[in-house]
Structures are given as C-alpha cells and as structure tokens.
C-alpha cells in the first residue's frame, strides 16, 4: 500500500510537471497547448491519405502510420534530451526522486499525443484501413489496449537511455549534431515503411542487430498483425544497452553525481 | 563531529578544465600552467566565506574544487559536509512561467504534487514574503519582467527551499540594483545560513562582502594572497 501511493504519488508528479512543460512553450500561440496535439493529428492525418488512398498501400498504411507516431515521440525525446541538462537543474534537483521526475516528465510531454491519438487511430483503423484486416470492434479496442500498456514501457527505456545520452551530449556536444543523423538512419531501418527480412542472414542480421529500436516496432507489428514473427536478434543490443546503462550510470544513483559534474559544464 | 573542509599543498593544473569548453588552441597552449597553486585553506563551520579577487583570478575555480566538481592534481583535499549546493544562477524552472507556476514546478521537484498541504501553504508564504513584490509582479511570465524583479523572483525561489544543505557556494549569484532589497537579502542569507552551516560567496560587489561575510579569502597571482577578518581583505585587495 505504501508503495502503491508512492508510485501514484510519483506518476502523479510526472503528469503536473509536464503540464508546466506545455504551458511554457505554448503560452505564446494563439491555439496554445492544442497545438501538441494538432501537430501529429495533421502527420497522421497526412500518412493515413498518402498510404491508404495514393500509395494503395492496404493494411499497411495503418502499420505505417502507428509507426511513425510513436517514432516521432522517441525521436523528439532523443533530440531533445540533448538539451535538458543545464546548470539550473543543479538548483532544484540534487536527489535521484527529483532528477527522475523532471526525466519522466521531460519524456512524458513527448510522449502524451501519442496517448491521445491512440483512440483516434482506432476509428481511423475501422473506416479507412478495415479491408485487409477485417477487425471486428472488439479486436480493435483490443490493440487499442495492447498500445496503452506498450508505451509506458516505451517511456521506461526511453528513460533508460534519455539520462547516459544527456550526459554524454554534455561531455561531447557534437552529439548534438549526431542524434538527429543517427535517428533518421534508425527510422528507415526500423520496419515501420518496411520489413528488414530479406532472407540475406547477413543485412538483416545487421539492421535488426543494430537497431535499438528495431524491437519496438517488430512489437508495433505484433500488435497490429494476428500472427507476426518478431525477430529475436533485435531485442540483443536493447539489453546490451541497459546492462551497460544501468551499470555505469544507475546503479548505485551514479547518475546523480554524473549529472551534478556535467551541469557545470559549458 | 564539526564539518570540516581543509585543502593542503594543492595545486590545479590547467589541463583539468581542459574540458571545461576552453577553447582548443588555448588549453593547448596552457597544458601545464597553474590555475591556483600552493593552496592552504581551512574552512571553520558555522562560517560565511567570500571569495575576492581580479577577473580571471580562480575564484570559480576555487569554488568548483571546494564543491568537489574540480579536482586538485596534488595535494589534500578533505571534506566530509553531507550536503553541499552550490549554485550560480537564481532558480527557475521555466522563465515562460509566472512565478506561481514556478514556484509549483519546483516544489513538486522537491517534495510531490499536493498543493493543499500545510508544508505547501507555508513555503508559499515564505516564497512571497522573500520576493518582496506584489502579487500582480507574481502573475506575471518572468520572461515579461524587469532584471531587477526576476533577481528577486529567482533569489526567493532558491531560498524558500534551501533546507538541510551543510555548505552553501553562491557563485555571482547576487546582482540586485535595489538597494532595499540587497540588504534585505544579505539578512535572509545570513539567517539561513545560520541554520545550513558554512556558507561561501563569491562576488565582485564589495558591500556585499562585507555586509555578509565573516572572513574572506584573497585571490592574487594564482595563489590564496590572504584569508582574514574581512574588512582587513577588502582593504588590502582594495590597494592591490
């Protein structure tokens, strides 16, 4: 029970913080904090034309256009995790609660469209791209249900890799420059506009290998399709990552005091 | 057991900060010149410390290797305070925010998100009462306000939640043109840090100094020229 209101205390925090993250950067536009959400409703609203009528791409549209919008939440965290260490940080936040709640919630405020326009993708599922799938309701509420867990997992690695990479940007700020390079790299090798199984053991080995994001979306296709066959090979270099993660920055807090050294820099 | 901070023999070597973003060509140039060198410091607890001396003396760099962030290439360094702060620039979560809305950000970063709690309504109190302004100036986005209001915005924000820190480094932290509002600040700090322990300051406002500070520490030609009453240090750097 104690922990239960600690985690909803916490989660809680999560969510008021980021509301203050939308204010700030919204304050000044005429349709304010609507424009978070108006933003990837336009993209998909784009995809789901492009793929479903233009390209005739069937089902896949849909896949297509789940894809990029949870693309676009990793992606706009990543770029913008570059950033979020600043001296002022050092002010406020010297303690592992309080760093992990202003990281939550920096990654959350990317997150949050994609929670909003999870339902609207469902209907948009059911009138344009039904043909191939023919879903009832029910199965399609279910993938619905399927996305809702998925993401605050998403969110979890995301966390997991969001504090070593700010870090590091602060050591060598050219990553900076690098990140969004690499992020469009990932996107085209992530199979999201298509599937890396050629058959040749030795490229898909390479895209699905070193792709950390590879996982995520052979999940997204898991979820959507009845029967997928998620590639094994690329769930490796996500675990790599976190064990190397968790030993050099979370275990023991270690992240705290990194942080607390690369602040001050710059 | 007295907290207590001593630095011995110590010596800091340019090519430490070398990843500091000093440019290239002059952290090459400067790979094995001092910063500050045969330093011998005490620092006595329940003290305010300030910190003088010419632009580019060290004194942040003092600041930063009492603080732990920098580390000496020889000598001793001993500190054994729990919790240290050092902070260089007033705190604000969002300057696109007003100030309630800062004052909200940060204390849900320091405690949670309940904002009908006593403790809650109580370090509003004290946040309004250390801004000295009313609370139109309060509703208002800082980034709308005049330097001079958000020097007091930022000053009160920092200090309604310093608690429990056992040494406090304020690094030209103050930089209010009011005059009221300097020493009502100076009275503030003091009395906080009375209650957090030792306290060091580094500014280039000499009133400041004296209206604060206990002992000072003289930086010249890359060494601690002198540590002493601070009326005596202020002289002395005054005639340098």
Known sequence: MFYGNKLLNFLSSIRELSKFEYKALHRKKFFGVIWKFLNPLFMMTIYSIVFSYLYSGGNRGFVITIGILIFSGISSTLNSSTNWLQPKILNFSESKRSLSIYFFSKIYYNFVPIFYLLPVMVVVQQVIFNSGFQFTLIESFTIYLKFILFIPALIIYCYFLTIPLSIMSKKIPDLKELIPHFLRVVLYMSPILWVAKTNNIILDTIIQGLNPFYFIFEITNWIIYRYYDISQISFILPIILLSFNYLYYFKKNKFVINIREVSYLG | ?240
């Open chain 2, 1 to 240: 057991m007295d907290n207590k901070l001593i630095i011995s023999n110590g010596n800091f070597f340019y090519k430490n900060v070398k990843t500091y973003n000093l440019k290239k060509a002059e952290s090459k140039n400067n790979q094995n010149s001092l910063v500050l060198k045969n330093l011998n410091l005490e620092l006595e607890s329940n003290k305010i410390y300030g910190i003088i001396g010419k632009n580019g003396a060290g004194k942040s760099t003092l600041m930063k290797l009492l603080f732990g962030i920098l580390k000496l290439n020889s000598g001793t360094f001993i500190q054994n305070y729990n919790r240290v702060k050092l902070l260089d620039s007033p705190n604000f979560y969002h300057t696109e925010l007003n100030s309630f809305d800062n004052f909200k950000a940060i204390y849900i970063l320091e405690n949670n998100d309940n904002f009908n709690s006593e403790d809650y309504q109580n370090k509003l109190n004290t946040f309004k009462y250390l801004t000295q302004l009313s609370e139109s100036e309060l509703i208002k986005p800082i980034s709308n306000l005049s330097s001079g209001t958000k020097s007091k915005i930022g000053f009160a924000l920092t200090f309604t939640f310093v608690e429990g820190i056992d040494m406090l480094g304020l690094d030209e932290f103050f930089n209010f043109g009011d005059k009221e509002f300097k020493e009502f600040s100076s009275n503030v700090i003091k009395e906080k840090i009375n209650h957090v322990g030792t306290a060091v300051i580094v500014s280039h406002s000499m009133e400041l100094i004296k209206n604060i500070c206990d002992k000072t520490i003289l930086i010249h030609n890359s060494e601690i020229n002198s540590v002493d009453d601070t009326n005596e240090v202020v002289e002395k750097y005054l005639n340098l």
